[in-house]
């Protein structure tokens, strides 16, 4: 028998997706029943209280969660989301309930015995209710209360061997595409790099030392997997720049219907016969590519690496074998001055594991040198940018001005110039200006 009446998120049982609300209930039923004779640390019916206060919220049409909460462990500085229900006598069972960040792995990769142990700790000490995954990455345990915090930061680090995520002004939880693991497209090993930068600026991330949030995404190629160019400040995202590597034969199979184009994604309607021509060598967004007498080429130095036609056919075209990365900085989401899109900063940079990426670093803690000084109090790098100038990012960066920095010239005139790069420099006499200027 359900705690709470909840006839408008019933109706929310229905329909063909998995619901939620059904598999709430579940827990509930779960925690009711326990048949493993759990020693719950928190209320057993804290699920039927969210479900209540959710349901309340329904009717409503208002949060119920009171503004903010700041909670966390000993030695760090973020990591959990505080959080107390604003109607604590009606739901007791939410009256404290933080979120904890668990930094997941890079791709997202599980054993059944990892998950089942993150489980047995979070039924024993939370709601039995999780988020997989945060927007950021994080594994996300929904509901707690204060004094299990650091019971589970204990059993976390001790015995999963597992950190915290990143909250506030800080180096956030890097996430990345699956990357090599398991996709023919991927440029570098975004999930190494993903955990390699994550480990080396663990104390940037547990400790806010930031004038505002920083994140860092890493996608295999310009397909974005990740969504790195739209959800990072610090966006890697893969390529080549040598030759896509042609398989006449397999274009052949593609042009004779034996291999599906797109492998297959679009299978679920008559497209017609492929056509090569009409969506290949006409959408190729240079126009570089052409198909004669049964032969595909491409001018390699006009291709821009868009994907579209390895996408399309897959089995006979391949990025190339001299592969890196670009880094696009500043994307951010509206708040304060408009939403934004990392803008390119180095058009392509070897990812070498060899020398641990140190190139990549250098970029990374060139940009926070100047940020980290000069960003004001909550002010995105994105915004710094655009209130400094990506001149500065560039400087700071340590990476050359290269035209492909931007998509267009400015129109205005309204140009800044160095004083060492201007001939006699600023200080000028206006007496000897007048000498050949009357007033
Ligand atoms: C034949 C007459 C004029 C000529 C040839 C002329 C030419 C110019 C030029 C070349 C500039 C500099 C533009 C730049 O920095 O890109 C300028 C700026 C300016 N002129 Fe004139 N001007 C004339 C008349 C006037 C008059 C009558 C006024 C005011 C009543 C005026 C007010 C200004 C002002 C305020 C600026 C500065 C605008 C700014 O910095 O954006 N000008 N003018
Ligand atoms: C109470 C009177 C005035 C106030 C409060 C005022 C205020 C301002 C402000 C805030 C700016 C922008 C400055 C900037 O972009 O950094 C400006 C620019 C300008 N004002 Fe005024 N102004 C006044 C009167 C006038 C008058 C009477 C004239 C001309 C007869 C004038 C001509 C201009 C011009 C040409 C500019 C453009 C200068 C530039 O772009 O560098 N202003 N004014
Ligand atoms: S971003 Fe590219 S490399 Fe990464 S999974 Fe997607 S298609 Fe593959
Ligand atoms: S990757 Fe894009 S730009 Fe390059 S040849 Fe293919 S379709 Fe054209």
Known sequence: ??????????????????????????????????EKGVEFQIPADCPEDLLGVLELSYVDGETHWKHGGIVGVFGY???????????????????????????????KYYTTEFLRQLCDLWEFRGSGLTNMH???????????????????????????????????????????CLGMSRCEYACYDTQALCFNLTNEY?????????????????????????????????????????????????????????????AGAHAGRDWGKFDIQKEVIDLCPSECMSYEDGKLSIDNKECVRCMHCINTMPRALRIGNDRGASIFVGAKAP???????????????????????????????????LWMEEGKNRERLGETMKRMGFQKIIESAGVPVDVRQVQEPRTNPYIF???????????????????????
């Open 335 to 369: 708040i304060l001055d408009g939403a934004q899109m990392g803008s390119l900063l180095v058009p392509f940079v070897k990812v070498d594991a060899g020398n641990d990426y140190q190139e990549i670093k250098d970029i990374v803690e060139g940009i926070w040198d």
């Open 77 to 107: 500085g973020g990591g959990v989301i505080g959080r107390y229900c604003d109607q604590p006598e009606m739901f007791p069972g939410v009256a404290h309930f933080h979120t904890i960040r668990v930094n997941q792995p890079s791709g």
């Open 1 to 34: 028998m359900a705690k709470h009446k909840t006839p408008l998120l019933d109706q929310l049982e229905s329909g063909p997706w998995p619901s939620f609300v059904s598999d709430i209930k579940q827990e509930c039923e779960n925690r009711a029943k326990n």
């Open 134 to 176: 945060g927007a950021t990455g994080d594994i996300v345990f929904i509901g707690t209360t204060t004094p299990q915090l650091e019971e589970i930061f204990y059993e976390l680090t001790h015995n999963l061997n597992t950190d915290l995520g990143g909250s506030g002004s800080n180096l956030r939880t890097p996430a990345t």
């Open 417 to 439: 110039w160095k004083a060492e790069d201007v001939e006699g420099g600023w200080d000028r006499d206006i007496a000897e200006y007048r000498k050949r200027h009357q007033q």
């Open 202 to 262: 663990q104390d940037e991330l547990h400790r806010p030392a930031f004038p505002y949030k920083f994140k860092f995404k890493f996608d295999g190629c310009p397909n974005g997997c990740v969504a790195s160019i739209a959800r990072s400040d610090f966006s890697v995202i893969g390529t080549w720049r040598d030759e896509i590597r042609i398989d006449q034969e397999a274009v052949a199979g593609y042009v004779g219907g034996e291999l599906a184009p797109n």
